[in-house]
């Protein structure tokens, strides 16, 4: 009793202390920065983002989806079926500008990514330079299959923060087991021509994160993958656990107990004898400050509502600000989405198991070729 006391204690002080002595000079640090690369203008646009995502509580990211097609069909992934459930595959430009232009005067970053693969919309290089233009930092998760030479370039020409590439393996027998699809030497040398052509043009973003979902095929790999993404010269490389989507059926929870669930390690669930998954401790939910729009519009719960179930108005037709402040929104985020109430919740990430995520110091400029790193 006296131990847990004490551990309270501590970490009140230590919330303390960061809110006190760390958080005002983060602030003003980041301030400083701002006025010396926007100016006064974007000093004062920078404030008055903080002041809505702070104070008026409006959400600081959000996830766009620019399609809910995928060109892949992984076995661990309930994703790819979201098509069904929309009526559009692809968002359309216009659309997508009226989102970016209701959001743009308290939003920091967006992500084009929900279900599908971005680089199947073909105004994906429109898209990123529209928000970044509304100085939002942009960001797109993509398997990389489509990141080819051409592509490469288009991307490259654009103002894009960060592209995250879900590689999830060091050679193709690991990536085929988890992946069941896609041309793992092809995505390889996809981005291995994305960094050299970066580093080519003198190019400091966008930043390059290679990420890894562990699983029992690659729970082994994880040293191995973060040396193979600092050769690459990526600049990131992290590691997410496997999430186990309640949307599948009962063979597809089955298979991925069974098959690809770390039994050690990193992972965020607990089995029990029954084959029953639990989170290991359910934190609070990361969803309460961050939006999830679909490519039909549909602002639903969070970016685990891969069907839409949760649908809360539409930011084509209607005004975002105006759903984001509806009472019944405003509810269902402070009662049902806070208290974790929901199955969906029962599964999702939780707080105290984040994706690890290691920061490489790389030479950018020295060519990699695909013998190289196999």
């Known amino acids: 009793m006296l131990w847990e006391k004490l551990s309270e204690l501590q970490e009140r002080v230590r919330v303390i202390t960061v809110n006190i002595l760390v958080r005002p000079f983060t602030i003003v640090n980041r301030s400083v920065s701002v006025l010396r690369t926007d100016g006064i203008a974007g000093y004062v646009r920078f404030i008055r983002k903080k002041i809505y995502t702070k104070w008026l509580r409006y959400p600081s990211s959000l996830l766009i989806e620019v399609s809910s097609k995928c060109n892949l069909n992984c076995s661990i992934c309930q994703a790819v079926k979201a098509s069904k459930y929309r009526k559009n595959s692809l968002l359309l430009f216009d659309d997508y500008k009226k989102i970016i232009d209701d959001v743009s005067f308290f939003c920091f970053q967006i992500n084009l990514s929900f279900c599908g693969e971005p680089l199947l919309n073909k105004d994906i290089e429109r898209m990123i330079v529209y928000a970044a233009n509304k100085k939002i930092d942009v960001v797109i998760s993509t398997n990389g299959e489509l990141l080819s030479p051409e592509c490469a370039q288009a991307i490259l020409k654009t103002p894009l923060s960060r ?5 999830d393996a060091v050679n193709e027998t690991t990536y085929k087991k988890i992946r069941g699809s896609g041309n793992y030497d092809a995505i390889v040398n996809n981005i291995g021509n994305l960094i050299n052509k970066r580093k080519k043009l ?3 973003s966008p930043v390059v994160e290679l990420q890894m979902v562990c699983t029992k095929a690659n ?8 040396l193979l993404a600092d050769q ?10 496997l999430y186990i989507d309640p ?27 029954y084959k029953n998954i639990k989170l290991k401790e359910g934190g609070p939910c990361p969803s309460l400050n961050m939006a999830v729009i679909t490519c039909d519009g549909d602002v639903v719960m969070c970016c685990f509502d891969i069907y839409g179930k949760f649908n ?9 600000k105006e759903i984001w402040k509806d009472g019944k929104y405003k509810s269902f985020r402070e009662n049902v989405m806070k208290n974790r109430k929901l199955d969906l919740c029962k599964t999702c990430i939780y707080s105290d198991c984040p994706s690890i995520k290691v920061e490489l110091n790389t030479n950018h400029g020295r060519q990699v070729g695909k013998s190289e790193i196999r």
């Open 247 to 273: 949307h599948g059926g009962e063979s597809y929870k089955k298979n991925l107990i069974e098959n690809f669930l770390p039994k050690e390690g990193i992972s965020r669930y607990d089995v029990d004898d």
């Open 312 to 320: 809360f108005g539409n930011a084509i037709r209607e005004s975002f």
């Open 232 to 241: 690459m010269g990526a600049d990131v490389a992290s590691i997410k656990t």
């Open 163 to 167: 592209i995250i590439i879900s590689l």
């Open 202 to 204: 003198h190019l400091k």
């Open 219 to 226: 729970e082994g790999q994880i040293d191995e993958f973060v």
